[in-house]
Each structure stands twice: as structure tokens, then as C-alpha cells.
């Protein structure tokens, strides 16, 4: 097969689109051969966080069990956890933090935690495993959101009903404006 001819610094392509695609069988193939799982592709985006975004766990498993830095972040600094839990992915989810990924990470660009990701899309489930684990539910992203806020912007009240209910205040009428704060305070 000519791909498995290629120097190693020319899996970096084949290894990214095969974690996209979930091909857990070319993705060791490809690591066996001496692909860098620390190489982003052309966009800064890292196999692990590719396959999270993607919702591939095998894939993910996979990279993880061949030694790939659960915390490797992309070229704004987001982690695999942020991905999957921005993605909608639980078990993906379930699996980084069981392999120690950070719940509260907020070092990248957005000073975002896996709790604003999803909350921010509206996954409940994701929000109360994340709360379980001790995510900091009063977080501020870099424009001073807190994951509450970021659920309320998009009407994910399911995923907002947790946060209050987990302790998470309402940001100030000034902050967020109006309407989102009395929609927030009625809730509470």
C-alpha cells in the first residue's frame, strides 16, 4: 500500500481525516507506522479533538490508549473535553475526564470551560455530568459569561434549569440585559 510508504510527517493528513471518519482500524495503522499524534492538521486541529468534535469514540479510545495527551489543544487552545462537550458527545465526555481531563480547563483564547461548550449548545446531559464532576458553574468566559448566561443567550433552558438548580446566580440586568435577566431570575 503506498500511503504506508510515506515518511511519518506525511500521516498527519491521513490520520485527521480517518479520526474524522472513525476509522479506529487506520488510526492504529497509521500510529503503528509512526504518525505524530501531537501534529495538528492544516487548520491547528490535533487527531484527539478532530475525533471528539466528530463524536468517534472508539477513535478517541484509540488515540488515548496509544498515549495521546488528553489535555492536547488545538490552535486556540481547546481541549478534546471542550470538543465533546460542545459536540454533544457523553460518552466521549464520560471517557476524557475518566482519563483525566480537566472539567474546569479555561486556558485557551475564549477562557472557556467545558461547562460554557455545553451549556452554550444545550446539552443537559452533558451540563449535569460536568456539574457532577465539580465544574465551576460561575466560570467567565473571556467576555465575562458565566455557562448560565451562555444557555440563557440560546434559549437552552433545560441546561440553564441545572445550573440554577446546581447554585449558579444570574448575571446582572447591565451585564446580559434585560430580557435575559428576567427570563433568568423567573427561574430561579
Avoid at 493528513?13 to 503503528?32: E, F, Y
Avoid at 438548580?165 to 451585564?175: D, H, S, V, W
Amino acid at each position: 500500500m503506498a500511503l504506508l510508504s510515506l515518511a511519518a510527517s506525511s500521516f498527519a493528513g491521513p490520520l485527521h481525516d480517518a479520526a474524522k471518519a472513525g476509522n479506529s482500524a487506520l488510526v492504529k495503522q497509521l500510529i503503528d507506522k509512526g504518525a505524530d499524534l501531537s501534529e495538528p492538521d492544516a487548520t491547528g486541529e490535533p487527531a484527539l479533538v478532530i475525533a471528539a468534535l466528530a463524536g468517534k469514540p472508539d477513535v478517541v479510545a484509540v488515540l488515548l490508549d496509544r498515549g495521546n495527551d488528553v489535555e492536547i489543544r488545538n490552535k486556540g487552545g481547546l481541549t478534546a473535553l471542550h470538543a465533546a462537550s460542545y459536540g454533544g458527545y457523553l460518552d466521549i465526555v464520560e471517557m476524557l475526564v475518566k482519563r483525566g481531563a480537566d472539567v474546569n480547563d479555561v486556558k485557551n483564547f475564549y477562557h472557556m470551560s467545558p461547562l460554557h461548550a455545553a451549556a452554550e449548545e444545550g446539552h443537559a446531559d452533558i451540563v449535569a455530568f460536568l456539574l457532577a464532576q465539580k465544574a465551576d458553574i460561575e466560570a467567565k468566559e473571556r467576555n465575562g459569561y458565566t455557562p448560565l448566561t451562555q444557555a440563557g443567550w440560546r434559549s437552552h433552558w433545560e441546561a440553564a434549569d441545572l445550573l440554577l438548580k446546581a447554585g449558579a446566580t444570574c448575571q446582572k440586568a447591565e451585564i446580559v440585559g434585560d430580557w435575559l435577566y428576567g427570563e433568568c431570575t423567573k427561574r430561579q
